[in-house]
């Protein structure tokens, strides 16, 4: 009994601390609301207050930990479910003073059973005019409750007239599958996965076995890009093809708590090759699956390490219909490693863990025996490089210069060829070429960007006019007209511009068969071999 009371103590006494600071901090942080409120000069601005204060506090733990006021729900309904009420339609509005533009309708939405279209025009809401509006505001406006009806007064891209269009909202949701098919050689499946919402599973098992029935010999899951959604929903994706309860995920709790989630349903194949493409920007759910499938021997992962965050969410409801999104748990593959990266805060530019030598992982086995490691993501059976774009194609795509090169496109021709015909013609590469010259960008190559730091320095350590010789004849051959920069990046820009045109007037779907043309990393995969699974 003794032993057992001085055992008690230490944990007692870290309780009654941390207990005592929380109460601590609590007092503390009221009295000086208390004081604030009775002294400072000026009135308090407490909506920014409180917020400011709640948002510092969360960012000394991790990322992913927020707080999400009421005014912010729906937004946050979007991103987590991929679901709002209204009329299905991507907007634009590029100036204060013009229209909203109708970029892209969603095929089978509300605004597309009412015949809008791409270059359709709102001039007004609901009687309100746009003018004067940001964006985000029209887009409140549009939004609403699914059952209301929203009137938009339209001027319509073909025929040029004004009307006014009513359109019943309903509940959009944005598909976790964007396309799926059989591959030109006629044997490969093919998913590509955004995310991980209601019901994604059932669409991944529908997809397959339509696909099986047309002759599919393998699949490939395209999880590049995709940032995860439900924990179960991922479950239920890996007991598609491994055998009903297989241990998929295991969570641990700051309690530690540990919950198993077990495939729960009878398999639709457990044979069946498959592949699962992942990249720098697939997380969560997306390395539940594929950490899942490669520990349990059932898929060969191939394309580039995964992003790295193996950490759980719940939604907790707060005072004034706010909510807390708040990590409760760690997850852990088959094979016990955790895909969180070992710091969360050291990431490249492209937000992906940056290298962590082996020395610092742990390794673990497959249930086959292959050696896999923790330590940020999951790294691919077979690693593929992606392709790395240029400086000039990132900025023409961040100035909307694209974006606007399409819209343009749109108005000027009423249909295109049929999707497996169309392309850009050489024509149209340089309208694109003639349109984008035209426009105000930063249009330096990285090359040229690293040479305008080397004068800076050169200039600090007074080294300018001793490497002026030098510095002329390198600035030679590092300006190019604009013109002539885009044209040498050409083999970027066309798969760009014939995604975004084809999209415009074939819908999404159409965009992911597009970029299939041009994915050099996918083409690789599909030549590797498999991993042998355990017999």
Same mark, same amino acid.
């Given at each position: 009994?003794?032993?057992?009371?001085?055992?008690?103590?230490?944990?007692?006494?870290?309780?009654?601390?941390?207990?005592?600071?929380?109460?601590?901090?609590?007092?503390?942080?009221?009295?000086?609301?208390?004081?604030?409120?009775?002294?400072?000069?000026?009135?308090?601005?407490?909506?920014?207050?409180?917020?400011?204060?709640?948002?510092?506090?969360?960012?000394?733990?991790?990322?992913?930990?927020?707080?999400?006021?009421?005014?912010?729900?729906?937004?946050?309904?979007?991103?987590?479910?991929?679901?709002?009420?209204?009329?299905?339609?991507?907007?634009?509005?590029?100036?204060?003073?013009?229209?909203?533009?109708?970029?892209?309708?969603?095929?089978?939405?509300?605004?597309?059973?009412?015949?809008?279209?791409?270059?359709?025009?709102?001039?007004?809401?609901?009687?309100?005019?746009?003018?004067?509006?940001?964006?985000?505001?029209?887009?409140?406006?549009?939004?609403?409750?699914?059952?209301?009806?929203?009137?938009?007064?339209?001027?319509?891209?073909?025929?040029?007239?004004?009307?006014?269009?009513?359109?019943?909202?309903?509940?959009?949701?944005?598909?976790?599958?964007?396309?799926?098919?059989?591959?030109?050689?006629?044997?490969?499946?093919?998913?590509?996965?955004?995310?991980?919402?209601?019901?994604?599973?059932?669409?991944?098992?529908?997809?397959?076995?339509?696909?099986?029935?047309?002759?599919?010999?393998?699949?490939?899951?395209?999880?590049?890009?995709?940032?995860?959604?439900?924990?179960?929903?991922?479950?239920?994706?890996?007991?598609?093809?491994?055998?009903?309860?297989?241990?998929?995920?295991?969570?641990?709790?700051?309690?530690?708590?540990?919950?198993?989630?077990?495939?729960?349903?009878?398999?639709?194949?457990?044979?069946?090759?498959?592949?699962?493409?992942?990249?720098?920007?697939?997380?969560?759910?997306?390395?539940?699956?594929?950490?899942?499938?490669?520990?349990?021997?059932?898929?060969?992962?191939?394309?580039?390490?995964?992003?790295?965050?193996?950490?759980?969410?719940?939604?907790?409801?707060?005072?004034?219909?706010?909510?807390?999104?708040?990590?409760?748990?760690?997850?852990?593959?088959?094979? /016990?490693?955790?895909?969180?990266?070992?710091?969360?805060?050291?990431?490249?530019?492209?937000?992906?863990?940056?290298?962590?030598?082996?020395?610092?992982?742990?390794?673990?086995?497959?249930?086959?025996?292959?050696?896999?490691?923790?330590?940020?993501?999951?790294?691919?059976?077979?690693?593929?490089? /992606?392709?790395?774009?240029?400086?000039?194609?990132?900025?023409?795509?961040?100035?909307?210069?694209?974006?606007?090169?399409?819209?343009?496109?749109?108005?000027?021709?009423?249909?295109?060829?049929?999707?497996?015909?169309?392309?850009?013609?050489?024509?149209?590469?340089?309208?694109?070429?003639?349109?984008?010259?035209?426009?105000?960008?930063?249009?330096?190559?990285?090359?040229?960007?690293?040479?305008?730091?080397?004068?800076?320095?050169?200039?600090?350590?007074?080294?300018?006019?001793?490497?002026?010789?030098?510095?002329?004849?390198?600035?030679?051959?590092?300006?190019?007209?604009?013109?002539?920069?885009?044209?040498?990046?050409?083999?970027?820009?066309?798969?760009?511009?014939?995604?975004?045109?084809?999209?415009?007037?074939?819908?999404?779907?159409?965009?992911?068969?597009?970029?299939?043309?041009?994915?050099?990393?996918?083409?690789?995969?599909?030549?590797?071999?498999?991993?042998?699974?355990?017999?």
């Amino acid at each position: 009994m003794i032993i057992l009371l001085l055992a008690l103590v230490p944990v007692l006494s870290q309780a009654q601390s941390k207990s005592f600071k929380m109460g601590s901090w609590v007092e503390i942080q009221n009295s000086i609301i208390r004081e604030l409120n009775r002294s400072y000069v000026d009135s308090l601005p407490v909506d920014r207050m409180m917020r400011a204060g709640i948002d510092a506090m969360l960012d000394e733990l991790d990322p992913y930990t927020v707080y999400v006021p009421e005014e912010e729900n729906e937004d946050f309904k979007l991103m987590v479910r991929k679901s709002y009420g209204g009329l299905g339609a991507v907007i634009r509005k590029p100036s204060l003073s013009g229209p909203v533009i109708i970029n892209e309708p969603y095929y089978g939405s509300p605004a597309y059973k009412c015949g809008v279209v791409c270059g359709d025009e709102v001039l007004a809401i609901d009687g309100e005019s746009v003018v004067g509006l940001k964006v985000d505001q029209c887009s409140e406006r549009m939004k609403g409750i699914p059952g209301t009806d929203v009137v938009l007064t339209m001027k319509k891209l073909r025929s040029g007239d004004t009307l006014d269009v009513r359109i019943r909202r309903e509940e959009i949701h944005i598909p976790d599958i964007d396309w799926y098919g059989i591959l030109e050689d006629g044997v490969t499946g093919y998913i590509h996965q955004t995310g991980f919402t209601d019901g994604c599973a059932e669409c991944v098992r529908s997809a397959v076995l339509e696909m099986k029935k047309k002759g599919m010999k393998r699949l490939v899951i395209d999880l590049r890009g995709n940032g995860g959604g439900l924990l179960d929903e991922a479950v239920d994706e890996v007991g598609l093809f491994v055998g009903k309860g297989s241990v998929v995920v295991t969570s641990r709790a700051h309690s530690s708590q540990t919950t198993e989630y077990r495939t729960t349903k009878s398999p639709i194949d457990t044979k069946l090759p498959l592949i699962v493409m992942i990249d720098p920007s697939s997380a969560s759910a997306s390395e539940i699956v594929s950490g899942a499938l490669q520990d349990l021997d059932r898929a060969t992962i191939m394309g580039e390490r995964s992003f790295g965050k193996g950490l759980v969410q719940s939604i907790r409801p707060l005072a004034y219909n706010g909510q807390l999104k708040v990590t409760t748990a760690k997850y852990y593959t088959p094979s /016990g490693r955790c895909v969180q990266a070992i710091d969360y805060a050291e990431r490249d530019e492209s937000g992906a863990v940056k290298h962590i030598p082996d020395s610092l992982t742990n390794e673990f086995r497959t249930i086959g025996g292959r050696i896999v490691r923790d330590g940020g993501g999951i790294t691919p059976d077979r690693e593929i490089k /992606g392709h790395e774009y240029s400086r000039i194609s990132y900025a023409l795509v961040a100035y909307a210069i694209t974006d606007d090169f399409v819209l343009d496109y749109v108005r000027r021709h009423a249909q295109i060829a049929p999707l497996d015909k169309f392309s850009l013609s050489d024509a149209d590469f340089e309208d694109f070429v003639t349109f984008a010259s035209s426009r105000e960008f930063d249009c330096r190559s990285s090359a040229r960007t690293w040479f305008d730091k080397m004068k800076e320095e050169l200039a600090k350590d007074g080294l300018t006019e001793s490497a002026r010789e030098g510095l002329s004849a390198l600035e030679k051959i590092l300006d190019m007209e604009k013109a002539d920069y885009i044209r040498l990046v050409r083999d970027e820009i066309v798969p760009i511009l014939e995604e975004e045109i084809a999209v415009r007037y074939y819908y999404q779907g159409a965009g992911v068969q597009v970029r299939l043309r041009y994915d050099d990393q996918l083409r690789t995969a599909l030549t590797l071999p498999l991993i042998k699974e355990k017999q």
